[in-house]
């Protein structure tokens, strides 16, 4: 890729001990040295070796901006696989841009969102997946997110993808071969060669449109509502679970009206939380509207954490939202387990089924160890992150996977119906050009700049 010589902000901008102006082009170097005084005044940038550090000044003109660190990465061995100089100032909000002034001032023009790893992906440095992924890896918000990321940025999901492909386009070639060739090369009982192929192609491909759910669980967090009777302690809960008083608790019933939303990261697992108002038969028009809200927010949650309180019966308001529990993930909390008892372990078990109950106190703090098991063994099975899977985590690249999958279940009903192999050719392209748009060697120009001006400045 050929283009005009970039600059911009690599760090956040704020008040910080460094931050880092990236310059990336053909013109970088020359552009550095208009900016760059070493502290004898002769040193020039563009006769430097590449992967050095140089100490020095940046200016505009006469006037010294500040003093620097420049470190010198020549094509193609930089992020970008282009010339590149990173400046290293101090991070105050206004010496660095300062900086970035001067450098703009002297011949770069200013990057665009993610043009930096756009012009990574486009000179071959990367492939689509794992430009995707350094965006991912800035915006994990658990260490889950974080080793999926990190993985894809490797290229776990861009290699698997094209081991497939490579297996595909032999197979295309091989028919269009034979159909070109018929004299020397035998399509008998190749159908039922290909089906076999294709049928382990199939289930690799729905083996991974199966782990976009733990991808988004890991990504964007579970969707967790709390649900319970007034007075249950649901907002104890949610406040234990924070570390701060987040919810207003009182002996009040009824004092939570609305739905109460927090993030939390519980070792490694983000829960999305919403503490809701109890579910009861009131007269009081506000909290019946809460009432349903938390109702209607039940049948769209990843988990429901139902929350019993132990020293009270279970009564028709506990039926009721046992009922909700159809179609959902559940753990119930039999709360209070400080108090002399009145439901017990065992007869919520036989109320709530298979889901697991676990017995905690908001108040002394117990239980809550076996809360974060649950969760782990739950939605992510205890390990998920120490081991070789490959999880989707983008959405994009499961809608490709789906495409790819009804292409090839197309050559599998190609093969019962006897037809013509020219027939299974069109439908293996087709499903190597959808596994080809997730690594970005089947994708328009449109769909890279959309991918790629989500990402942040700098970047």
């Known amino acids: 890729m050929k283009g005009e010589t970039i600059a911009a902000i690599s760090t956040a901008v704020n008040s910080s001990g460094i931050g880092i102006v990236r310059i990336s082009g053909d013109q970088a170097f020359e552009i550095a040295d208009r900016v760059y005084r070493s502290p004898k005044g002769k040193k020039k940038l563009s006769e430097q070796q590449s992967h050095t550090v140089h100490y020095g000044y940046i200016c505009d003109g006469d006037e010294v901006l500040d003093e620097v660190l420049v470190v010198l990465m020549r094509a193609p061995r930089s992020f970008t696989a282009e010339d590149t100089v990173e400046i290293d100032c101090h991070g105050g909000v206004y010496a660095i841009q300062r900086v970035l002034e001067a450098v703009i001032k002297n011949g770069a023009a200013p990057a665009e969102p993610g043009e930096f790893t756009k012009r990574a992906f486009l000179n071959g440095r990367m492939d689509l997946s794992q430009a995707e992924a350094v965006m991912d890896v800035i915006e994990a918000k658990n260490e889950y997110a974080l080793k999926s990321s990190v993985g894809q940025l490797r290229g776990s ?257 190609s093969i019962a119906q006897d037809m013509p192999e020219d027939f299974f050719s069109i439908d293996l392209m087709s499903a190597y050009e959808s596994l080809g748009t997730i690594i970005g060697e089947a994708v328009d120009d449109d769909l890279v700049n959309e991918i790629f001006s989500k990402f942040c400045m700098g970047k």
Not at 187 to 199: A, C, F, M, T, V
Not at 209 to 219: E, K, Q
Not at 367 to 385: A, H, I, P, R, V
């Open 157 to 413: 999901i861009g290699q698997k993808i094209k081991d497939l492909r490579a297996k595909i386009i032999y197979h295309i070639a091989y028919i269009e071969s034979a159909l070109d060739d018929p004299e020397h090369i035998s399509l008998d009982g190749y159908p039922q060669e290909l089906e076999k192929e294709n049928e382990a192609w199939i289930e690799m491909i729905e083996k991974l449109i199966r782990s976009a759910n733990d991808g988004r669980i890991m990504t964007e967090g579970i969707k967790t509502v709390i649900l319970g009777k007034p007075n249950a302690g649901k907002s104890s809960l949610l406040n234990k679970l924070c570390g701060t008083e987040k919810a207003i608790v009182t002996d009040i019933a009824g004092t939570t009206r609305d739905v109460l939303e927090q993030s939390i990261n519980l070792h490694g697992i983000t829960l999305n939380l919403m503490d809701t108002a109890g579910i009861r038969d009131t007269e009081d028009i506000v909290e019946q509207i809460g009432v349903q809200r938390a109702k209607k927010y039940a049948k769209e949650a990843d988990l429901i954490l139902y929350v019993a309180d132990s020293s009270t019966a279970l009564d028709e308001n506990d039926e009721e939202i046992i009922e909700l529990f159809e179609g959902r993930k559940v753990i119930v909390l039999l709360n209070k387990s400080d108090l002399e008892p009145v439901t017990t372990e065992q007869i919520l078990k036989e109320k709530v089924g298979e889901h697991p109950v676990i017995c905690v106190s908001a108040k002394d703090e117990t239980g809550f160890e076996q809360l974060e098991d649950t969760l782990k063994n739950m939605f992510l099975e205890g390990s998920l992150s120490f081991n070789d899977e490959v999880c989707i985590t983008n959405m994009r690249h499961k809608a490709a996977l789906m495409d790819a999958k009804e292409s090839l279940k197309q050559v599998t009903e």
